[in-house]
């Protein structure tokens, strides 16, 4: 019987497939001439629906359960939660001091006024991209192959609209189809890095595994609340991008159950 692979390549693997869905996203891009706004917000909430669903049963849960494991439930929480407030603080910090420009929010962090535009979009994005590689990497420790293979599934579902409504945004900018479509495509690869650092962090101590998993939650959710969940219910949509948090977290729950 072959011997299963480590967690150091199963978190590589499993976050360049979910990086993946961001290019994957972005192909309809070449064929489409206009996606509504409307239909943005739904796809937008969507990412956000699978994102929460994805923090609370793939990365929060496992994580108490792990710590549970050496630790009293009181100290065990208490474990938890610093990885998120650590993870949170984290992007606080990526997204003031790292020079990025969203979409509808516009320009943040340093001021560095020499840097194209289009390469301060791909910063915002890889920002984004980061935790979700980090959260698939992390998913996969303790030996958890099911656990880790449903936030590889979820987080490449959740990249697909992604990837389709930052091409949309660059066309917007005036970008052609094909730099829209590969900008896309190159944001994802940043997630393998992500899922090789969550991967190697988890691999050195099993007592580190609820720290991270906390951490990677804390990432996702600073993400889920700053940017994307803003960004769905822009110009009055809020209804379409509620819509698709709910399609996106039940589907990730189902993913969760079937899978796990």
């Known amino acids: 019987m072959a011997e299963p692979l480590p967690t150091l390549y199963l978190g590589l693997i499993g976050s360049a497939i979910a990086g993946l869905g961001t290019g994957l996203g972005a192909v309809p891009i070449l064929f489409?001439?206009?996606?509504?706004?409307?239909?943005?917000?739904?796809?937008?909430?969507?990412?956000?629906?699978?994102?929460?669903?994805?923090?609370?049963?793939?990365?929060?849960l496992p994580g108490l359960e792990a710590a549970s494991v050496e630790e009293r439930p009181f100290s065990a929480a208490l474990?938890?939660?610093?990885?998120?407030?650590?993870?949170?603080?984290?992007?606080w910090f990526s997204h003031?001091?790292?020079?990025?420009?969203?979409?509808?929010?516009?320009?943040?962090?340093?001021?560095?006024?020499?840097l194209k535009r289009v390469w301060?979009?791909?910063?915002?994005?890889?920002?984004?991209?980061?935790?979700?590689?980090?959260?698939?990497?992390?998913?996969?420790?303790?030996?958890?192959?099911?656990?880790?293979?449903?936030?590889?599934?979820?987080?490449?579902?959740?990249n697909i609209p992604?990837?389709?409504?930052?091409?949309?945004?660059?066309?917007?900018?005036?970008?052609t189809?094909?730099?829209?479509?590969?900008?896309?495509?190159?944001?994802?690869?940043?997630?393998?890095?992500?899922?090789?650092?969550?991967?190697?962090?988890?691999?050195?101590?099993?007592?580190?595994l609820p720290i991270a998993m906390g951490f990677a939650a804390g990432a996702m959710l600073f993400v889920i609340s700053d940017e994307i969940i803003p960004e769905s219910n822009r110009l009055g949509y809020e209804r379409a991008g509620t819509t698709g948090v709910m399609i996106g977290f039940v589907l990730m729950l189902f993913l969760d159950v079937t899978l796990g």
Request: glycine share 16%; hydrophobic share 55%.
């Open 32 to 60: 489409v001439k206009r996606i509504t706004q409307n239909m943005q917000g739904i796809l937008l909430g969507f990412g956000a629906g699978v994102m929460l669903a994805a923090t609370a049963f793939s990365l929060i």
């Open 79 to 91: 474990i938890v939660i610093g990885g998120i407030l650590l993870g949170g603080l984290f992007l």
């Open 96 to 114: 003031q001091y790292f020079p990025h420009e969203h979409f509808f929010k516009g320009r943040e962090g340093a001021d560095l006024a020499n």
């Open 162 to 175: 992604e990837g389709l409504v930052a091409a949309i945004s660059l066309i917007s900018e005036r970008y």
């Open 120 to 158: 301060l979009f791909v910063i915002a994005i890889a920002i984004h991209n980061f935790p979700e590689g980090l959260a698939v990497g992390v998913g996969f420790g303790g030996d958890n192959l099911a656990n880790g293979i449903a936030l590889t599934v979820g987080i490449g579902l959740q």
């Open 177 to 208: 189809r094909r730099e829209a479509f590969l900008v896309s495509l190159v944001t994802g690869l940043i997630e393998p890095v992500g899922g090789l650092i969550g991967a190697a962090t988890v691999s050195v101590s099993q007592y580190v």
